[in-house]
Each structure stands twice: as C-alpha cells, then as structure tokens.
C-alpha cells in the first residue's frame, strides 16, 4: 500500500508560478514511478509529468515542456512539481500518482498508476 498526500496549490495569477508537493508512505519510495496528474472541470484526468524510481530520468507532455520541473527526493520520500509562467488553461485538480508496476520506465497512462493522491486545486486568474 502506498498513501499519498498532495499540498501546495493555490490561485495564482496568469504568469505566476507555485510549488506543488506530494508526501508518499507505505512502500520503498524508490521502488516506484511517480506521475503528476491534471483534471480540469469537465474534462477527462490527464498526465502532467513523470519520473523515473532512481529520479534521473522525467518525462513531460508538451504543453507544460520548459515551464513545469518534476522531481523527487528519495531520502524525504516527496515529488516536487515546479510550475512557472503559469497560463489559465493550467486551472485544475493536480494529482500525484505511484506506478509500481512500470519498473524503470516511465509511463503515462492514467490506468498504469496505482495509487493517488486526493489533489490539489491549482487556479490561474488571467
């Protein structure tokens, strides 16, 4: 079992950066994958970011490519998400997410992910 605990979030206005935060138990924090996660209002849940168990490798989508950072500290067991010049159309629920099953790979499907967070509401005012 892994539990996961979101915070940081926040209403930020257009241009604005925030730090989300995600604090993980249960498991080895380095035996897992982990993935950041959006839902916006109406829309389907989709992926943000992702980084690999050891955190040498991240991978992003591309409308978050050069303004978001992902990282993890194995030693704290927490996943960072940086967001910078942050555009309304970023308005939504953020969620982190464990992958255990992905080895050391990283993957992006919503249903590849085990266990996550409650989220946290992140608001860009134009």
């Known amino acids: 079992q892994v539990q996961l605990v979101e915070s940081g979030g926040g209403l930020v206005q257009a241009g604005g950066s925030l730090r989300l935060s995600c604090a993980a138990s249960g498991r080895t924090f380095s035996s897992y994958g982990m993935g950041w996660f959006r839902q916006a209002p109406g829309k389907e849940r989709e992926f943000v970011a992702a980084?690999?168990?050891?955190?040498?490798?991240?991978y992003y989508v591309d409308s978050v490519k050069g303004r978001f950072t992902i990282s993890r500290d194995n030693a704290k067991n927490t996943v960072l998400l940086r967001l910078n010049s942050l555009k309304p159309e970023d308005t939504a629920v953020y969620y982190c997410?464990?992958?255990?099953?992905?080895?050391?790979?990283?993957?992006?499907?919503?249903?590849?992910?085990?266990?996550w967070g409650q989220g946290t509401q992140v608001t860009v005012s134009s």
């Open positions: 997410a464990a992958d255990l099953g992905g080895w050391h790979s990283i993957r992006t499907n919503v249903d590849e992910y085990d266990y």
């Open positions: 980084v690999s168990r050891s955190g040498e490798r991240t």
